[in-house]
């Protein structure tokens, strides 16, 4: 009975993108090489650390894209797919509550953060996503639990 309930969340915010134009946002920004680089940092990392999911689902917004399939590339996932809940301003609890096995969500803030302190019961804005970061949730049958909260920064300093 607690298989049919489980899940294994990661809220994946994507890499550093090109600057917003007049302070408006796009769906057309692109990752820079920075956030290209580090992205793949973080996703090596992950996978070399034993994390797998069954599937990355992504936000269509093309920054989001890009790190989904660095993603895939890196082997963190075997499948990728695009739901509109997770671009900017969707209906990502819904979306989360309808999930099974081990996923990934690549997507935007502070909508992956608000949904995390939602389905942990916090007031919104007590997480903080890095970009390139991620929440690591787990569902039981009592409910979410915060595994991880990770900067990019904690994933790839090699000097601790």
């Known amino acids: 009975m607690a298989d049919s309930i489980s899940v294994e969340l990661v809220l994946l915010r994507h890499g550093i993108a090109v600057e917003r134009v007049s302070g408006r946002d796009h769906p057309d920004r692109a990752l820079t090489g920075v956030g290209r680089s580090r992205s793949k940092a973080v996703m090596d990392a992950l ?36 739901d509109g809940c997770l671009q900017p301003g969707g209906d990502l609890v819904a979306l989360i509550e309808g999930l099974h096995g081990r996923v990934c969500l690549v997507g935007h803030e502070p909508d992956l953060s608000d949904a995390a302190c939602r389905l942990l019961g916090l007031e ?37």
């Open 124 to 160: 919104p804005g007590q997480l903080l996503l890095k970009k390139a970061g991620l929440i690591h949730l787990q569902r039981s049958e009592r409910g979410w639990t915060l595994r991880a909260l990770l900067r990019p920064r904690l994933l790839l300093d090699t000097s601790a």
């Open 47 to 82: 996978v070399q650390r034993g994390l797998g999911m069954d599937q990355v689902m992504s936000s269509p917004y093309r920054r989001a894209l890009e790190t989904a399939q660095i993603a895939l590339e890196a082997g963190l996932a075997p499948k990728l797919t695009i």
